[in-house]
């Protein structure tokens, strides 16, 4: 597994790059701006659909998949599930059409009415994408059951390339231009992975029924973990609403730090998760309890040994880090700036987001999606009266720091129930590495707020910085792993010299 996970992170890499460099490329052709603002806040509609329907497809359908694989009914169930699911996105989109107006406005009261009429016509335009994303991850969920993890990892590069070119010959920043290079991405994203589904010639079921008892089964599944996601998209929704009433160019500057906030999560967990996930199902369909709780556990080790120092090196390099990304065209030093503090605030969420994923995927392969329910709604309410709190005494800032107290409250909890399911298998949820990579974390982010203040360090510009902080973090925290005697350290220690050994018994 560790093989297969390694390449899918490699894969998922080169897809969060390109990812980036999107943009990066759209911030150079708005930069933090009003028109920024306006196509940024006319993927909201589209992509809260998305995201409630493609989380909750992954999560669900997966687990489902296989259940009927047991009974040698999976092809059929699918079908029948495509048939519907395509129904449903169509309706989607009419829906998003038809009330446009009225919900945009409910997301973000506080632009002034020529601002909102443009994104009520942007988002209309743009709405297309929704049905295109659900049927493309109902597909992925499938071809992650079937272990083809690789096309997946893929996903996002088609889509990125043409919304790169359409930003880049954007010179004069229209944005009906870069509307439509969003939606030719979308349609690529959707044809690379349905070209390898169509390859299965697979029979498509004109007359889908609603009597399938695995269907029922994902129904099941599915509305308790709708209920979470979107209990999670109100979070998103009231930050969005309160930064629209900010001035022009915060709501894009808080997506631009997100969007760097969850590439350096997503790199890792998604590749992680995916194959776990994937095989937390089949072992949980095959009753085996035991080894899903161990795997977990390991992963979770593995996890936070690579997550803690990402997080506090983001928080250590935020200005930096926005500067290097995203300082060129119509994007300034001063937003980069603002965006690195909005940034700083946000780091922390790479660790506890990425440990409610993976709590959330043992749930889910457990065929226990009700559990994750309390603590998301919990983390949901501090965050929403955290968010009117701090908005008024930090803005943007606060709104980001609102997030990363709620979502270490969400973890606190949900990990405190997953601790009892553990004990029931006699293991315990956490390790001696997971204490050990917050200490060498600690250390040396301290390590380096010193170098910053006591040397010439600070007066580097942003490239220099970033690669001298980065080297000697990273030398810093794998010394003080080391000299703890972190297990997970010496294991990958010892396949890096086994590989070697491997590569030059070969070449000789």
């Known amino acids: 597994m560790r093989r297969t996970v390694g390449l899918v992170m490699v894969f998922v890499l080169i897809s969060k790059i390109t990812g980036f460099l999107r943009e990066v490329a759209i911030a150079g052709t708005f930069g933090a701006s009003l028109l920024a603002d306006v196509y940024k806040s006319s993927m909201i509609v589209p992509g809260m659909v998305v995201s409630l329907f493609t989380v909750g497809l992954n999560a669900s359908l997966i687990p489902i998949l296989s259940s009927a694989e047991r009974n040698n009914k999976r092809e059929e169930f699918f079908q029948n599930f495509l048939s519907i699911v395509t129904f449903l996105s169509l309706v989607a989109l009419l829906i998003i059409i038809l009330f446009t107006g009225p919900i945009t406005k409910l997301f973000v009261p506080g632009f002034e009415a020529d601002k909102l009429a443009m994104t009520v016509k942007y988002t209309r335009i743009i709405a297309i994408i929704a049905p295109l994303q659900v049927l493309a991850y109902t597909i992925i969920a499938w071809l992650q059951q079937k272990e083809r993890f690789y096309i997946a990892a893929f996903v996002g590069i088609p889509m990125n390339i043409i919304i790169i070119a359409g930003a880049l010959l954007n010179r004069s920043g229209n944005l009906t231009i870069i509307a439509a290079a969003t939606i030719v991405g979308y349609l690529a994203q959707f044809l690379w992975v349905f070209y390898p589904y169509w390859k299965t010639k697979p029979v498509i079921n004109l007359k889908p029924t609603l009597s399938d008892p695995y269907l029922r089964m994902f129904w099941i599944m599915i509305i308790p973990i709708l209920l979470t996601i979107a209990a999670g998209q109100i979070n998103v929704l009231v930050d969005i609403a309160l930064a629209s009433s900010l001035g022009d160019g915060v709501v894009s500057n808080m997506d631009y730090a997100n969007r760097v906030n969850m590439m350096f999560q997503s790199v890792l967990v998604l590749s992680l998760s995916s194959v776990l996930f994937t095989k937390q199902s089949k072992l949980s369909s095959a009753d085996n309890k035991r080894e899903v709780f161990q795997i977990t556990k390991q992963n979770l080790s593995v996890l936070l040994i690579m997550m803690v120092p990402i997080a506090l090196g983001t928080m250590f390099l935020s200005k930096e880090i926005m500067t290097i990304l995203f300082v060129r065209g119509r994007y300034t030093l001063e937003a980069a700036a603002i965006g690195g503090s909005i940034l700083f605030f946000y780091a922390p969420t790479i660790v506890t ?156």
């Open 353 to 508: 987001r990425a440990m409610m994923e993976m709590f959330g995927k043992l749930y889910f392969s457990l065929h226990m999606p009700k559990k994750p329910m309390v603590p998301t709604f919990i983390m949901i309410g501090i965050n929403i009266v955290l968010n009117f709190i701090f908005v008024r005494f930090w803005g943007a800032r606060g709104l980001a720091l609102a997030t990363s107290v709620a979502s270490a409250m969400g973890v606190l909890i949900i990990a405190w129930q997953a601790r009892r399911l553990f004990h029931q298998e006699n293991i315990e949820l956490t390790s001696p590495s997971m204490y050990k990579s917050l200490a060498a974390g600690t250390v040396m982010f301290l390590f380096l707020v010193m170098l910053r203040w006591l040397t010439p360090m600070s007066s580097l510009t942003a490239i220099p910085m970033a690669l001298s902080s980065a080297a000697i973090g990273a030398v810093v925290y794998t010394g003080i792993l080391y000299l703890l005697k972190t297990d997970e350290l010496y294991d990958i220690g010892n396949q890096i010299i086994r590989r070697l050994r491997r590569g030059n018994h070969n070449g000789s």
